[in-house]
């Protein structure tokens, strides 16, 4: 059963809780955007408050902690286009990350999923580590399926990630491919 919590969109983050998710997101998320570091993904949640697209839910525990959060939108190019000039800055003040960003890149251009139309991509789900396992991932996606207005959703989880695919399994989340993405091999999802 999931712990009693408040559930908020992001742009009803205060500055430290908003910190706070930058944070959780580096502790619970591999990938790119956990590589650029803190900054980075302080950035990019501050860009997805500004953009209207965007579909959030957070998990907010009744002691002030962050207990997870779902991020998603329709267009999600739209968010990554208010980040593209830092990304090329922090390339070029950290070029160790050169690699990690061009097989990022290349492989986003290779996989180019096309969203059905009206469709949302579910980019980020994360539960915090004390939240785990007691039904904080369910209660997320079903916030986030609700305020997606129950349109069909797709998303991309890491094939070793059998807590996420039992989770989105129950939610009649169906593979439609697998693929490789830099160092990860993901499947993709959809609801059926």
Do not use: K
């Amino acid at each position: 059963m999931a712990m009693n919590v408040t559930f908020l969109r992001l742009t009803e983050l205060t500055e430290a809780q908003l910190e706070a998710l930058a944070r959780l997101h580096l502790a619970v998320m591999p990938g790119l955007l956990t590589d650029f570091g803190l900054p980075f993904v302080r950035r990019y949640y501050q860009a997805a408050c500004r953009e209207a697209s965007v579909i959030s839910v957070v998990a907010l525990a009744e002691n002030g902690s962050l207990s997870g959060w779902a991020l998603g939108s329709p267009n999600p190019a739209r968010l990554n286009a208010h980040i593209r000039q830092f990304i090329l800055r922090e390339a070029l003040r950290r070029p160790q990350i050169l690699p990690q960003l061009f097989f990022g890149v290349f492989f986003a251009l290779l996989h180019q999923f096309r969203l059905p139309p009206g469709g949302v991509e579910l980019t980020y789900l994360g539960v915090a580590p004390a939240a785990r396992g007691q039904g904080m991932g369910a209660a997320l996606l079903r916030e986030f399926l609700a305020a997606a207005e129950n349109a069909p959703v797709e998303l991309s989880v890491e094939t070793d990630n059998a807590a996420a695919l039992a989770l989105y399994r129950r939610f009649d989340f169906v593979i439609t491919r697998t693929y490789r993405e830099g160092f990860y091999r993901r499947h993709r999802m959809r609801n059926e």
